[in-house]
């Protein structure tokens, strides 16, 4: 809870209560100095506050960093911890950004991937690697019909690379 929102607490207590000041802020748990201490609001405030509220509506991305930056390059001579606090008063926050959502082509042009259509139209492949109760790795290489997902071939060996792989599929000796 903010300072401010203690001290209206302590009002409130009083006002209810009729205890004291010192007994009083023992609720909220504020020392008595903060309580009786006044924040001094600068002439400047609400004309800053405009200005942040304006930048950030301009610039929908922009971070309170970016925009005390802004700032700083239209003369105003303010703090980064300044901004940020009244960015937070104000309740400004930047829009999350948008999940990218699914293509069915990658941006460097490297593969196209199909949806498939009929049975045998598109297949996949996918090296599993797992070890055995002595440690040691065995590999396997699966090949499926993305249209059935029925597993077409399953090959099992301890090294087995990808040329392997097109060469089952190319081949069509599948076992």
């Known amino acids: 809870m903010s300072p401010d929102r203690r001290r209206l607490c302590v009002k409130h207590v009083r006002s ?9 802020c023992k609720v909220p ?22 200005d942040i509220v304006g930048l950030a509506t301009r610039f929908g991305r922009y971070g309170y960093r ?9 003369g105003w001579p303010v703090n980064h911890n300044r901004v940020e606090r009244i960015w937070r008063r104000e309740g400004l926050k930047v829009p999350a950004s948008q999940p ?9 042009g490297s593969c196209v991937r199909l949806r498939p259509e009929r049975r045998n139209h598109v297949w996949a492949y996918d090296f599993v690697h797992i070890r055995t109760r002595n440690g ?19 090959r099992v060996g301890r090294s087995i690379r990808s040329s392997d792989g097109f060469c089952l599929v190319l081949r069509g000796n599948m076992l």
């Open 16 to 24: 209810v209560l009729g205890i004291s000041e010192r007994r009083s």
């Open 29 to 50: 748990e504020q020392r008595c100095s903060t309580q009786r201490h006044e924040p001094l609001v600068k002439d400047d405030e609400q004309a800053l506050t405009n």
């Open 66 to 74: 970016r925009i005390t930056v802004q700032l700083r390059d239209a």
């Open 100 to 108: 990218k959502r699914g293509r069915l082509w990658l941006n460097d």
């Open 136 to 154: 040691r790795a065995v590999r396997l290489l699966t090949v499926i019909d993305e249209y059935t997902w029925e597993c077409l071939a399953i």
